[in-house]
């Protein structure tokens, strides 16, 4: 009797650890529920058959089969692999409750855990996406470029007043979309570039002759959803990193184009990446990598190169809408 039950524990847990391998190696607890019930009743049926069979072999072996064991395998008329067949199914249906038992077990532990994991990852993103649109704000709030535009603001009061005025709606408009930048996650490109011209204009009274602007924009592309402020970003770091850092001054162009299902948007400064590569140069391009990321997963790409000895491009492409 010892023996007997000695036996059926080793089994167990060779078996129990036999499934568990078996469960990771067909990755059944990513699988979809529907296929996770099916799997898991074949697996248990499965196990049970070959445990019982393995029992019913060792004990017919070394003798340890009991009176009634016997009396099925020794029936008269009947083929002996058939009669423990027979006996091997009779004790199939106890390993199946067992296993049965083991793998519920087994898969509410798991199931329990995968949620609690999901659910602390959830609170992670959202956590992450508040703290990256708060850090966007800031950024997009830059206190020198404000502190320029009012001195610039200041000079043209006397000399140019309608200017002035326009400058002053021009700045207002640009702190109002920073401040809204974290109500929606995309808005339509057409709005995006108004608040870049609004911008460039102020900085073109900063610059004046040393600042020339160009656009390229497919108005196909004007409906086009964009992550709020991210083209503002890109211009704002071609003025910062480039033409402020030019004795002569350069060019800044902005161009919108449809490219193999995805929206291009592209800013070339005239400057020197100086070492710096794919949103390496400070947060504005870090935010955009991971603005992106967010939004759109691995089908947006962002890159920043050096096109030419003396010109910088900032790249993204996002998906076409509807593509």
Do not use: C
């Not at 199946?96 to 519920?104: A, E, K, Q, V």
């Not at 508040?130 to 997009?140: N, P, V, Y």
């Not at 910062?240 to 995805?262: E, L």
């Amino acid at each position: 009797m010892i023996e007997r039950l000695g036996i059926m524990l080793v089994l167990g847990v060779l078996t129990t650890h036999l499934m568990r391998e078996i469960i990771k190696r067909l990755d059944i607890l990513q699988k979809h529920l529907n296929r996770q019930v099916i799997l898991f009743l074949a697996l248990t049926f499965f196990m049970a058959i070959s445990a019982s069979a393995v029992r019913v072999e060792i004990l017919h072996r070394f003798n340890l089969l009991l009176p009634d064991e016997i009396s099925i395998l020794e029936r008269p008329n009947v083929n002996f692999f058939v009669s423990k067949l027979l006996l091997i199914l009779n004790s199939a249906f106890s390993y199946f409750l067992l296993y049965f038992i083991w793998n519920l077990i087994y898969f509410m532990y798991h199931y329990v855990t995968k949620s609690r994991k999901q659910q602390l990852d959830t609170l992670r993103l959202e956590s992450l996406v508040k703290e990256l649109e708060l850090q966007t704000i800031k950024a997009h709030i830059n206190p020198h470029f404000i502190f320029n535009s009012l001195n610039s603001i200041r000079a043209l009061v006397d000399e140019n007043p309608q200017r002035a005025r326009a400058a002053v709606t021009e700045l207002s408009n640009i702190l109002r979309s920073s401040m809204q930048a974290d109500k929606a996650e995309t808005v339509p490109l057409e709005k995006e570039l108004s608040i870049v011209k609004d911008y460039l204009a102020l900085e073109n009274m900063r610059f004046e002759d040393r600042l020339k602007i160009e656009y390229d924009i497919d108005e196909d592309t004007l409906d086009q959803p964009v992550p709020p402020m991210m083209l503002q970003t890109l211009v704002e770091n071609a003025i910062k990193h480039g033409i402020s850092k030019q004795i002569n001054g350069g060019v800044v162009k902005v161009t919108s184009d449809f490219r193999n299902n995805y929206h291009e948007l592209s800013v070339q400064n005239t400057g020197y990446l100086n070492g710096y590569k794919n949103g390496s140069a400070g947060f504005g391009l870090s935010s955009t990598t991971n603005r992106l990321s967010l939004l759109y997963g691995d089908k947006a790409k962002f890159e920043i190169k050096q096109m030419t000895p003396s010109l910088v491009e900032a790249k993204v492409l996002i998906p076409a809408n509807g593509s």
